[in-house]
């Protein structure tokens, strides 16, 4: 091989090189960056979770039965008494439409909302799910499944108010809150017995108890963490936990008379 021609070769090698070494740097550099900023996909990764159950100390309060004669349809779609959903308990008294989040952990990190859409439906001229919770940004889509006209009215102190329309068999209403907010009530102007709340939050470890008053915050990053639990009528209970990564923590909130409200 000519002088010349193994000069070129060694220049190209160690060109080469320099640029994978550089693309490597960059590489670690980005996902360094992505760590720093917290995005929610590498807080999954650390696995650490907590779960519990809400429940309610004593005697639990009554819902109302609701009178829906106002709109023939609303009446016809129950077979018995629609019932109001301040308080919905179950078996050994579990509380459901519990909010219970992170509210104090997270200082400086941000996530981005998930693209899967959260969905209300207006079902029997009731709002399901009672309480819903989304990201900011996120996706959110009303649907109406009666043979009626509804309207959705969220009333926010925090996110812009709107209301809206929508008709038998209407094309879902699309829409998201840009600010964190717990919670905005919602309301239909046509029905005003249609209450419920949609709560914004600006992370992800959040989650709304259902009929079995469980929860499960999953992926958390290893840290310190304040966890409340809201509820309408019932007021707010919190809790502090430490978690490490992979880690879970059970905690079990009770509401009673003498909630905070």
Known sequence: MKRKDLSILIAGALTYTAVLLNSRHSTVRASDERRVSGTASDDVSNGAAVTGKVTFTGQAPKNHAINMAADPVCSKSHPG????EEVVTGPENVVANVLVYVSEGLPGRTFEATKQPAIIQQKGCQYHPHVVAVEA???LLVENGDPTTHNIHPVPSNNREWNQSQTQGAAPLETSFGREEIAIPVKCNIHPWMKGYIAVFKHPFFAV?????????KGLPP???????????????????????????????SFGAQSNH
């Open 81 to 84: 008494a629609a019932m109001s």
């Open 137 to 139: 940004g996120q996706k």
């Open 209 to 217: 108890t259902g009929s079995d008053g469980k929860f499960v915050l």
């Open 223 to 253: 840290g310190n963490y304040t966890i409340t639990a809201w509820h309408e009528q019932l007021g707010t209970t919190t809790q502090k936990v430490t978690i490490a990564a992979n880690e879970t923590k059970n905690l079990n909130f």
